[in-house]
RNA sequence: CGGGGCGUAGCGCAGCCUGGUAGCGCAUCCGCUUUGGGAGCGGAAGGUCGCCGGUUCAAAUCCGGCCGCCCCGACCA
């Protein structure tokens, strides 16, 4: 097909808009692929809906040569599928009334809907299935950002797999990580598989598809590729300390005004990775005190992984009337309360508060001088080695592309969605979830396909594949070329705006179409016209009567 | 929800401190000249200055409230 840019709905900017930050941001708006209606949400125009479905394709393709049926639930949701899961609660859910009152709510996902549908299944023999759609998912997110990374209303690819027995829901959750494999490599994307925590989506095993590039997740990758993490999940190996010479028992020293690690080290001489600091938090009414090393950061994530959801920082008084010293001077010997220490604190002996002002103990060592519970608490740090290899970790910004969920029973059992066994028992299904964003694959793919002057789509999800640029009193032939390549059977977008060479030019780069061919009166006269390669830069002339083959 | 910033023409911005006829660049429309990397000249159109209230002879400008948007944090697929 032949899209006409003088008809096209395609507004490029010359300058980026003022509120965007990342590349994906400023180039789909600059591009005119989509356009801001209000925070974290979008209007996909034209040429960005046509990429959006290309990905959608791609998807679609994936899930159909796994097994998955296509279908579609509504956006609009009865609160009482949300209630029965206790998912209503969340804060992120949308939630709105009809004009009788009866509630409703806006999904953030369809684990619900699904369930519900689920009951329909009646015996193993129909196990097992998984069902997809693209659907309309609504999130009242605190904070949209990033143009498309981040936002209230999206597209999402969901499916939901119902199994007889956890095996078969191994199977499934293997099926759909390799199609989402096959996925992102179709859409040329670098990305990685990675344990990630499940957060509100329930249940156990999740793993997530990032992929490098802006983002709001933080991945960590072993130098020599046999790692890949996401940070709120990852383990690191902290570098060893370096310890004084043991104490046969905890010695108190007088350390006056020292609050912070640094203050601490540099005033005893001592490492401060053979120092440990004290966070006391509260959970559920009760403090604990969280034990990390002093030149380590306490994960929220991890912490909250092992204590629970709803873990708070103590507050000052609440650190005085338990210890009976300041933060800044409180450790695990004696303590009034539970101590959690992070693994790192296993061996060696260490620096710590003494649970007095201005006091601290020196040689303080884990099973005989205090007694702890043991977690990963730390964040990784660049520093680590790898848990694999011990190699060299980094940590860069990543995209969510992809989430897979092994959903158990969670969502089976309160809709009561089972099925009659080949032992003629009644169970739960087992359920898997599985989502895809195209929005942020599209953005990712921006991300990691980009130069200076704009967009350079891999020609899977290009909006067009041809971009004919037509120069002034030419514009016959570029009309003819583009018909010839249009039978040859490629998309084609033909510039034929009453336009200086140089802004269709510009254009050109900016939506970055694969392949540009100009026609012009230059190579004309020879006739001829120019292929230039968005990706490379270069240049080919290429005789009229053999366009049809050049690609 | 905490911290910071912004809201003036389609886009990017100045004007606000020190109140007095609303401006610049790009884009748009008309004409002429140009035409292989964002042209030149001439003419034109386009704005309830986010909203509400207050102060004042007079408010884009000062004061109060509200709304929206962006960034950092908290939170999160």
Known sequence: MIARASQLFLPTLRDDPADA????????????????????????????????QKVVQIIREEMNAIGAQEMLAPVLTPAELWQATGRYDLPVVFKLQDRSGRQFVLPMSHEETFAFHGKELQSYKQLPQAWYHFGTKERDEPR?????????????????????????????????????????????????EVEAESGEMGGKDSND???????????????????????????????????????????????????TIEDVSKFLQVDARATAKAMPVVVDGKIVLALIRGDDRLDEAKLAAVLGQFVRPAHPEEITEAFGASGGSIGPVASPVPVLADEALREGQYVVGANSDDRHLKGVQAGRDYEADFADLRRVKEADACPQCGGQLTIEQAIEIGHIFKLGTFYSVPFEAKFLDEDGTEKPLVMGSYGIGPGRVIAAIVEQHHD????????????????????????EQAHEAATTLDAAGLSI????????????????????????????????????????????????????GSLGEAF
Not at 33 to 50: D, K
Not at 248 to 255: G, I, L, S
């Open 452 to 475: 200076e002057q704009g967009i350079i789509w891999p020609r899977s999800v290009a909006p067009y594949d041809v971009h004919v640029v037509a120069l002034p009193g030419v514009e």
């Open 493 to 544: 977008l033909l510039d034929d705006r009453d336009a200086r060479a140089g802004e269709k030019f510009a254009d050109a780069d900016l939506i970055g179409l694969p392949y540009r061919i100009t026609v012009g009166k230059k190579t004309l006269e020879d006739g001829a016209v120019d292929l230039r390669d968005r990706a490379t830069g270069n240049d080919r002339r290429v005789p009229i």
């Open 144 to 192: 949209p950002r990033g143009g498309l990374l981040r936002v209230r209303e999206f597209i999402m690819k969901d499916s939901y797999s119902f199994d007889r027995d956890e095996a078969g829901l191994d199977e499934s959750f293997r099926k759909h990580a390799e199609a989402y494999g096959r996925i992102f490599e179709r859409c040329e994307l670098e990305y990685y």
């Open 209 to 259: 598809f990032l992929a490098p590039g802006a983002g709001q997740n933080y991945l960590v990758r072993c130098e020599n590729g046999d790692y890949a993490a996401d940070i709120e999940a990852a383990h690191g190996v902290p570098a060893p300390a370096t310890f004084p010479d043991p104490l046969d028992a905890p010695e108190e020293v007088e350390t006056p005004g020292m609050r």
């Open 21 to 52: 930050e990342v590349a994906s941001h400023k180039l789909l708006v600059r591009g005119g692929f989509i356009r801001q209606v209000g925070a974290g949400i979008w209007t996909y125009m034209p040429i960005g809906w046509r990429v959006h």
